[in-house]
Nanobody
Framework: VQLQASGGGLVQAGGSLRLSCAAS????????TGWFRQAPGKEREFVAA????????YYADSVKGRFTVSRNNAENTVYLQMNSLKPEDTAVYYC?????????????????WGQGTQVTVSS
């Protein structure tokens, strides 16, 4: 499956962005999907994830209550709605997918990755 992340940009602190992860190539509804981010000089970190049916969602403590992950399998797209953005949310955001993901918070458990989209939050 090929993943294309989009929706990043420059926003002021307190603002919102919605990222999209569009999939092609296979039936996306079979894949659990996660969002990760990597800031300059830092390791890639887990942000949020959603099960293949959308019944289960997972969030990093740093984004809980501000970010919402959702999916539309009919459109082969997973979304990350980001509200109340903070400067520390600045990073390149990646989406990832896998059929069998034992630990949805662990990057190494995902099979496929998108190219990333830059999110910059100014103070």
């Amino acid at each position: 499956v090929q993943l294309q992340a989009s929706g990043g940009g420059l926003v002021q602190a307190g603002g919102s962005l919605r990222l999209s992860c569009a999939a092609s190539g296979r039936t996306f509804s079979n894949y659990a999907t996660g969002w990760f981010r990597q800031a300059p000089g830092k390791e890639r970190e887990f942000v949020a994830a959603i099960s293949w049916k959308g019944g289960s969602t997972y969030y990093a403590d740093s984004v809980k209550g501000r970010f919402t992950v959702s999916r539309n399998n009919a459109e082969n797209t997973v979304y990350l709605q980001m509200n109340s953005l903070k400067p520390e949310d600045t990073a390149v955001y990646y989406c990832a997918a896998g059929v069998t993901v034992p630990n949805m918070r662990r990057a190494g458990d995902y099979e496929y990755w998108g190219q990333g989209t830059q999110v910059t939050v100014s103070s």
